[in-house]
């Protein structure tokens, strides 16, 4: 078994940045594909191969075989790939994946080639034996990608409780509001018709100060940033101090509000104690 690693490029005629991945005849191999976009799932499958996947986001996962993967922004994916086809070239494809109707989106199918080094024509440039091109799901596929995330399997049993002593209620809403005066309606109100791009979670928006951290508003008292109306005996003990933040793991939905803090004040000695930042370090 080899671990092979290897990145996309648009899909254009064969040229000298177009990677090949060797393979031999009867060899399987292990393919970790990320998917590195920002904003983007992406679906992924390799022409008249078969993918076994054996872990997700370094965990591994109870092995199933599918035919096309689909990594979300930022998601890892182990496949097992085996050299079991006729000794030819083989296209490994992804492009994008838009479930939003109406949303703009990068249709663009990029592409790597699976060579087996048995071919009988193994020069990028040779037009007798051109790569076969796998079929891709539809943009909008969801069903396939239903399909592939409910395969997934813990590789043990997890004990889930069925006893809950409180039930947490969120309500998140996104939505547009009018550009406010005072704001820079090219880089602040990037909207449809020069709007707002807002998030809530339970009907309140948390707007990042732009001139400090929360952690300076924190030592400093800082008014209008938080509050300090702590409960004494909080129900939930928090052993981590700090500033914890609770967002969407999409780094665009945090500039739009989608995101709650978490301030763990000092507890009781040094060990449960944050030190106070030096006298001379730069201001944010």
Excluded at 149 to 156: A, D, E, H, I
Aim: hydrophobic share 35%.
């Amino acid at each position: 078994m080899s671990n092979r690693r290897f990145l996309f490029y648009p899909r254009t005629e064969l040229s000298d940045d177009t990677v090949i991945v060797p393979i031999d005849s009867g060899e399987t191999n292990l393919l970790r594909v990320v998917n590195s976009a920002l904003n983007q799932p992406l679906f992924f499958t390799v022409a008249n191969h078969q993918l076994t996947v054996v872990g997700a986001d370094a965990s591994y996962v109870k092995p199933f075989t599918t035919s096309v993967l689909m990594l979300g922004p930022g998601q890892t994916t182990d496949v097992l790939i085996s050299g079991d086809q006729s000794p030819s070239r083989y296209y490994m494809a992804a492009r994008a994946y838009q479930s939003a109707q109406n949303a703009p989106f990068d249709n663009t199918t990029t592409t790597a080639i699976l060579e087996y080094k048995s071919s009988t024509c193994a020069a990028k440039n040779c037009s007798s034996n051109k790569p076969i091109m796998p079929p891709l799901p539809a943009y909008n596929d969801t069903a396939t990608v239903t399909t592939f995330t409910k395969s997934f399997r813990s590789t043990g049993k997890n004990f889930v409780p069925t006893d809950i002593d409180e039930n947490l209620f969120f309500t998140i809403g996104l939505g547009l509001n009018p550009c406010p005066p005072n704001f820079n309606k090219s880089s602040q109100c990037q909207g449809p018709n020069g709007t707002r791009f807002t998030a809530s979670m339970n009907n309140v928006s948390f707007v990042l100060p732009s001139n400090f951290s929360l952690l300076q508003a924190h030592h400093q008292r800082i008014q209008g940033v938080f509050t300090t109306d702590f409960p004494a005996n909080p129900p939930r003990k928090f052993d981590y101090t700090g500033v914890w933040l609770m967002h969407c793991h999409l780094d665009v939905h945090i500039t739009w509000g989608l995101a709650t803090a978490f301030l763990v004040e000092n507890g009781v000695g040094e060990l449960q104690s944050i030190e106070s930042p030096p006298e001379d370090l730069p201001l944010c």
